[in-house]
């Protein structure tokens, strides 16, 4: 059996309390520093008036990515400004995956991007994230 690194540890921390991450159906498919991939299925409840996703699916999605890979180092951070891009509608079953990738991270501000994409790997949106990084640790 294959160790777990930091980062899978601090991610199994916070998803196990995350109702709505797990609401969402997201799957990990990578944990690690400074970056996290997730992916999740879009449902008929997720859809807006328009019968396309509602725009805070995706822009939850990517949130749940920035937050995974900005804990991944084992210390406690939090969003202090998020903005996103939707590039392309997102409809019912459509497959998003979200890759969060750190831009940067200094003593107390980090900025990462997290591209989401759906199953044909077209870019859907563009999201980017600050955290700002406490001096607490992950207890794992």
Do not use: P
């Amino acid at each position: 059996m294959e160790e777990k690194t930091l980062a899978n540890k601090v991610v199994d921390q916070m998803m196990e309390k995350d109702a709505f991450s797990q609401w969402l159906g997201i799957e990990r498919l990578e944990d690690a520093s400074g970056r996290s991939v997730l992916r999740m299925t879009v449902r008929k409840e997720m859809l807006n008036g328009f019968h396309i996703a509602h725009g805070g699916i995706c822009y939850s999605l990517a949130d749940s990515a920035l937050a995974f890979a900005s804990n991944s180092h084992g210390r406690k951070a939090v969003s202090i400004e998020t903005s996103i891009s939707h590039t392309e509608s997102v409809h019912e079953d459509d497959v998003l995956t979200a890759s969060a990738v750190e831009e940067h991270a200094g003593k107390k501000i980090a900025f990462y991007h997290v591209r989401v994409t759906n199953q044909h790997n077209r870019m859907v949106a563009l999201f980017k994230g600050t955290v700002y990084r406490t001096e607490k640790d992950w207890e794992v």
